[in-house]
């Protein structure tokens, strides 16, 4: 496989923002991961701490907790730029619908200030009404990221509704780590149709800045090796995330060349053999 370039990939989901959420807890914490996703080659990065959307109805809770993020952030960035001074370290959320429309008026609330907000459903199940929910927020003027579609207990029975979210202008971020079979093998089995289907427009690592996690992205690679001419690759870890970042909507994916079931659970089976085989002798 031709790979693209590691030393220019975006990332655009992780909890690096210290002590607000499930992720990084300290600053020192914070930058150690940075430092961990530099050596994966990400070298620009919209860090994404969870929110709730019911939280932007309230205005005075809201402020109280962008402006506790915001403190964090600004300190890890100070810490960031000191430490890893080639490294970009910008700000979004991860926005739990919780309530069927969100105010998102805040720049604060979406990646990196631009119109793209991430969102994801609660509970990994998909309530009703979702279409109706995305369609909302685009008439809003937003851009909707979907975090994890493959990650959703009720999406790989039923694919379908993927496109009903793309019909209505929402994008999809795929787990690095659905690719390596983190979550499982129906996540896996649903990431990797979403790419052979063409239909993701990002790939993402989700980390969350603690020791003993993994990133994912040489693994995920890994996965898709021989069946990627770099391709898809480079528009989705690279392109896509960077035209974010500068407020422009997605290019279209390439497809990832198809292969049999059985031959990929195989091929996976022998990858995950290996992983474990090293990490024994590390």
Not at 47 to 55: E, F, V, Y
Not at 63 to 75: C, I, P, Y
Not at 242 to 269: C, H, Q, T, V, Y
Request: charged fraction near 25%; glycine fraction near 8%; proline fraction near 7%.
């Amino acid at each position: 496989m031709t790979q693209p370039d590691t030393t220019s990939l975006v990332d655009l989901h992780s909890h690096l923002v210290p002590g607000v959420d499930d992720g990084a807890r300290t600053v020192r914490e914070a930058v150690e991961s940075v430092k961990r996703m530099a050596g994966e080659g990400i070298h620009r990065m919209v860090t994404t701490p969870h929110i709730r959307a019911s939280l932007t109805l309230e205005p005075a809770a809201l402020e109280e907790r962008l402006s506790d993020v915001s403190r964090a952030f600004d300190e890890a960035k100070a810490a960031i730029r000191e430490a890893l001074p080639a490294v970009e370290y910008l700000r979004g959320h991860e926005i739990m619908i919780d309530v069927p429309e969100p105010e998102l008026d805040d720049p604060r609330l979406r990646m990196a200030g631009t119109s793209f907000v991430l969102i994801e459903w609660p509970r990994l199940q998909v309530p009703p009404g979702t279409t109706r929910v995305l369609e909302w927020i685009v008439d809003q003027g937003y851009r909707p990221i979907i975090a994890h579609p493959e990650r959703y207990a009720d999406v790989p029975d039923n694919p379908g509704i993927l496109s009903r979210w793309k019909s209505v202008g929402a994008l999809l971020q795929v787990n690095y780590g659905s690719l390596s079979g983190r979550y499982g093998t129906a996540a896996e089995e649903l990431s990797f149709r979403i790419l052979e289907w063409g239909m993701a427009d990002y790939l993402s690592s989700d980390f969350h800045g603690r020791s003993g996690l993994r990133i994912y992205r040489q693994e995920a690679w890994d996965a898709l090796a021989e069946r990627d001419n770099g391709a898809v690759l480079d528009t989705l870890c690279r392109i896509n995330p960077s035209r974010l970042i500068d407020g422009l909507d997605p290019l279209p994916a390439p497809p990832l060349a198809s292969e049999p079931r059985l031959l990929r659970k195989l091929r996976g089976m022998i990858r995950r053999r290996g992983e474990r085989v090293r990490g024994g002798s590390s």
